[in-house]
């Protein structure tokens, strides 16, 4: 059976970097969710963690839990069940790429799990401290699987068909916690249906920026066009007590500028 592409498009089905990208953060994503839910009371089937009873200790010395610990355990146990269910079924290379980097992005939620106490005692001492566990923001998570997908491991398949092993002795060997991929990814510049890449012709670019939004990074050195768009924004805003916020409607002109297409390429004459 075919894999599922009617979300991403068919960039899915190349086993590329970005493949393993998506599969980690969306595996991140249904953890962290379902924490939240179990924490909030959302599910008969779980509230905070029950584990988190008594005193425990830490580098600050001995605390009560107390508060509501997240659940993530539960969440990982049940996301691992469901999400990696169809994967398990088909038993193939990138099945087993998929599992590796679903359980990536369940580790890297359980990663940033905090410690957060409240102090209690006489004028604000701390002579008893009580404690939970909490997630951190998903944003500490998207940044850490965006590093790890940075620092992807090309891999291939053993001889036995069971597990990986590094696809040039260079690269370092891949951990539990690394994104690995089989393929290289397409060529994001150039407009490729079959593969699934769009190109960047026609893309909005920064022409002051250094980062991977300017022109120059965009538009893979093909140049940009400028134009000149007239838009209506909300200006002059002001809080009217109480309470409302009343702003104009202003006119501006502003450049836009767009990453040239392909065929428009000056260099591409030269050829």
């Known amino acids: 059976m075919a894999r599922d592409h009617t979300v991403f498009g068919r960039i899915l089905l190349r086993s590329s970097r970005e493949a393993a990208f998506v599969y980690a953060i969306s595996s991140a994503g249904v953890v962290h969710t379902l924490t939240r839910a179990c924490s909030q009371g959302e599910l008969e089937s779980c509230s905070c963690d029950p584990e988190k009873k008594g005193t425990s200790r830490d580098a600050k010395g001995t605390f009560d839990w107390g508060g509501c610990s997240d659940h993530v355990d539960y969440a990982l146990r049940f ?70 997908y940075n620092g992807a491991v090309q891999v291939v398949m053993n001889q036995y068909g069971t597990g990986f092993s590094r696809a040039y002795r260079k690269y370092k060997r891949p951990t539990k916690s690394d994104l690995v991929y089989f393929e290289n990814s397409p ?20 022409r002051t920026s250094r980062g991977v939004d300017s022109c120059e990074v965009m538009c893979c050195g093909r140049g940009y066009d400028t134009s000149r768009v007239s838009r209506m924004t909300k200006c002059e805003c002001k809080f009217h007590w109480c309470c409302a916020v009343r702003c104009r409607d202003c006119h501006e002109v502003v450049d836009v500028h767009t990453c040239k297409a392909q065929d428009s390429a000056p260099w591409l004459g030269q050829m």
């Open 79 to 148: 996301t691992q069940t469901f999400i990696d269910a169809k994967e398990r079924r088909q038993r193939d290379a990138r099945a087993l790429m998929n599992l590796h980097n679903n359980r990536a992005g369940r580790k890297a939620v359980k990663r940033f799990m905090n410690l957060e106490c409240k102090c209690h005692g006489v004028s604000g001492s701390c002579t008893v401290r009580t404690c939970w566990l909490a997630m951190a923001d998903f944003r500490h998570t998207g940044e850490y699987l965006r590093m790890k």
């Open 187 to 206: 060529d994001y510049c150039v407009r490729d249906l079959e593969s699934g890449s769009v190109g960047t012709g026609g893309r909005v670019c920064n």
